[in-house]
C-alpha cells in the first residue's frame, strides 16, 4: 500500500510539473490574429490583413490593409479600437463626405462591438499594431536587428516584429514561441543560448536533453541555422532588438 501511495503521489507531481512546464504563453497580437481569423477580418483585408480585396464603388478601389492603408483611416491606437468597435473612427463619423463615400462602397466595415469583448477588442488592436510595424525601437542598433531579422525572414515564423505565436503541429506547446512572452527565457536563458538558436538552430541545453531533442525533431516546423547567412554585428543587433520588445509592454 506504501508503495502504492508513493507511486500515485510520484506521478501527480510528474503530472503538475509536466502541466506547469506546458502552460501556453500567447501574447495579445496572436489572440488578436486568431480572433481576426475567427471573425472573417481576412476576407476583406486579405490573408493576415495585409492586402485588401477590391471595393467596387468606392474611390480608393480596395479595403484597406492593416499596413501602410491604415494610416489614411487611423492615427492612434484609440483610432484603431473605435474602427474595430464602431466601424469609424470619431473624426470620420462627424464627415458627412466620408459617410457619402461609405455609402458607394460595396463593402463596408461592419461594427464588432457587440460582438467581441473588450480584451478581443484590444487583442486585434495589438495585432493590427503589430502588422502595420507602429511599434518601432527608437535605438539604432535595436531598430538594426529588427530590419536584420526581417530579412532574414525571422518574421515569416515568429510573425511581425516577433510578436505572433503561430501554430507549430508536434512542437512542445503546440506554436512557435513569441519573442515577447514568458516562453522565450524558458527557451532562452542567456545571451549565449540566443547565439545557439541563431547560429545552430537551437541551444546546446535543448539538444542535450532528451525530452528536448524529442520535441526539436518532432516539430513541424523548426528554427534553421543561420550562421551561413549572418553578417558581423548581426548577433549583437537581434539581441538588442529582442531586449527592446521585451521592455515594451504592448504585448
Known amino acids: 500500500m506504501k508503495v502504492a501511495g508513493a507511486m500515485i503521489i510520484g506521478a501527480m507531481i510528474v503530472l503538475m ?61 484609440e483610432d484603431i479600437h473605435s474602427w474595430i468597435e464602431n466601424g469609424f473612427t470619431p473624426g470620420r463619423e462627424k464627415s458627412a463626405s466620408w459617410h457619402q463615400e461609405r455609402q458607394k462602397g460595396a463593402l463596408k466595415m461592419p461594427a464588432f462591438g457587440h460582438k467581441l469583448s473588450r480584451k478581443e477588442i484590444n487583442n486585434l488592436v495589438a495585432y493590427v499594431e ?68 541563431v547560429t545552430n538552430g537551437a541551444a546546446n541545453r535543448i539538444v542535450n536533453n532528451p525530452l528536448g531533442r524529442y520535441f526539436l525533431k518532432r516539430a513541424t516546423i523548426k528554427m534553421p541555422p543561420f550562421k551561413d547567412h549572418l553578417r558581423p554585428g548581426d548577433l549583437d543587433a537581434l539581441w538588442a532588438y529582442v531586449q527592446w520588445l521585451r521592455s515594451n509592454p504592448q504585448n
Not at 509536466?18 to 500567447?26: F, K, S
Not at 492603408?69 to 492615427?75: H, I, R, V
Not at 515577447?180 to 527565457?185: N, R
Open 130 to 197: 503589430a502588422v502595420n510595424g507602429w511599434n518601432r525601437p527608437q535605438d539604432s542598433l535595436a531598430l538594426l536587428g529588427m530590419n536584420r531579422a526581417d530579412s532574414l525572414g525571422c518574421f515569416g515564423c515568429h510573425g511581425p516584429g516577433g510578436r505572433l505565436a503561430r501554430q507549430n503541429p508536434k512542437s512542445f506547446k503546440g506554436y512557435i514561441a513569441s519573442w515577447s512572452t514568458e516562453d522565450f527565457p524558458e527557451l532562452v536563458e542567456n545571451r549565449g543560448e540566443f547565439d545557439e538558436w
Open 17 to 77: 510539473i509536466w502541466l506547469w512546464a506546458t502552460v501556453p504563453h500567447i501574447p495579445k497580437a496572436e489572440f488578436g490574429r486568431r480572433t481576426a481569423e475567427e471573425y472573417g477580418c481576412f476576407g476583406c483585408h486579405g490573408p493576415g490583413g495585409i492586402q485588401g480585396v477590391p471595393n467596387p464603388g468606392r474611390a480608393d478601389l480596395t479595403v484597406p490593409s492593416f499596413t501602410g492603408d491604415l494610416m489614411m483611416f487611423a492615427s492612434s491606437r
